[in-house]
């Protein structure tokens, strides 16, 4: 089992352009999220997913969008970055059900947007 | 507003026990959970408490008060591998396990 994959690991992006996140699951979770964390600073929930073609908003989705076509994918969007986005993106998921409490979080894509 | 406060740094000695408090205010309430994080890595489960009381595993244990909307992280016998950021998050009470986290914990082991 890989557990929890993202792609990819590093990228520099301009203001203004877009690109794609991609987390990956093979633990069959219904359940999988996005973060993001700040230097000094907890993770912030982006946007989640409670199963397969369905997502719903975080403590800070804009300038965010997302889709879950496939149980296995999460994908987080950028359409047009702003220096501001800069961070270090968490992937996680997590099974469904009473007493299911562990997320389990993907290694991280560090973005760097000037 | 929702806020979680926890230390930002505390630093022990090999062996010694550390105590990480986590006070929170949040509208909503459903367990507290711990996480640990290295440098640079992904955060990874340790603990989570839904009713009031010390749960233990291995080394580490975690507390919960509810009614003082309070929780702890203790780290026992520690080690130089335990250096590392340690988190509290609350989870929401809707059913999708949605969790809010404090800011962190770095804790630094010495020789």
């Known amino acids: 089992n890989a557990g929890v994959t993202q792609t990819p690991k590093f990228r520099v992006l301009k203001t203004g352009q877009s690109m794609t996140l991609l987390c990956a699951q093979d633990?069959?979770?219904?359940?999988m999220y996005w973060y993001r964390q700040d230097p000094g600073m907890g993770l912030r929930l982006i946007h989640y997913s409670v199963g397969e073609g369905t997502t719903a908003k975080g403590e800070v989705p804009d300038g965010y969008n997302v889709s879950r076509l496939k149980k296995q994918n999460f994908l987080l969007g950028l359409e047009s970055a702003a220096p501001s986005q800069t961070s270090v993106y968490f992937c996680?998921?997590?099974?469904?059900?009473?007493?299911?409490?562990?997320?389990?979080f993907g290694p991280g894509t560090r973005l760097l947007v000037l | 507003g929702q806020s979680l406060e926890q230390p930002s740094e505390v630093t022990a000695v090999e062996g010694a026990i550390v105590q990480i408090n986590c006070t929170y205010q949040t509208s909503g309430f459903y367990g507290l959970s711990w996480y640990q994080q290295h440098d640079g890595g992904a955060p990874t489960f340790l603990s989570y408490n839904a009713l009031d009381g010390l749960e233990e595993t291995g080394r580490f244990s975690s507390f919960l008060s509810r009614s003082d909307s309070y929780g702890y992280l203790l780290l026992q016998e520690l080690q130089m591998k335990d250096s590392a950021s340690y988190f509290c998050a609350v989870r929401d009470p809707d059913s999708w396990g949605k969790l809010q986290f404090g800011a962190g914990t770095q804790v630094v082991v010495t020789p």
């Open positions: 633990m069959n979770h219904e359940y």
């Open positions: 996680a998921s997590r099974k469904s059900g009473n007493g299911q409490e562990t997320q389990y």
